[in-house]
């Protein structure tokens, strides 16, 4: 498969990922409203807070999201933004929108630090 096909392979999987999460966030979002609106409080203030939390984790994944096709149009995709080793094919399989390779992330996670 030649690079290009792959990159556009990626880019759709990106894409696919957003409209994902932005279907998950408006859905999220409907619920807080109706919570927002009903009298029954008690688990229903519980359950906003998991909805904000999970809407709040959408928001970031979405963000590396148009990070990574950002990248792919700027032709600095699929390289670790940390020491620039190409991130490999099993790894963007599982998460088409990582930064590091698995070194670094492997690094980053242990150390708390970049
Ligand atoms: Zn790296």
Do not use: W
Not at 48 to 66: F, Q, S
């Amino acid at each position: 498969m030649s690079p290009v096909l792959k990159l556009n392979l990626h880019r759709d999987k990106l894409r696919a990922l957003r409209a994902h999460l932005d279907a998950h966030v408006s859905q999220l979002t409907e619920d807080i409203t109706d919570v927002a609106d009903s009298g029954d409080r008690a688990n229903q203030q519980a359950e906003t807070v998991v909805n904000v939390g999970l809407a709040t984790h959408d928001a970031v994944v979405r963000r590396e999201i148009d990070d990574a096709l950002e990248r792919i149009n700027a032709g600095t995709f699929a390289a670790c933004e940390k020491c620039q080793a190409v991130i490999g094919m099993r790894r963007l399989n599982a998460i088409p929108y990582a930064r590091y390779c698995i070194r670094c992330e492997r690094r980053i996670e242990q150390e708390g630090t970049l």
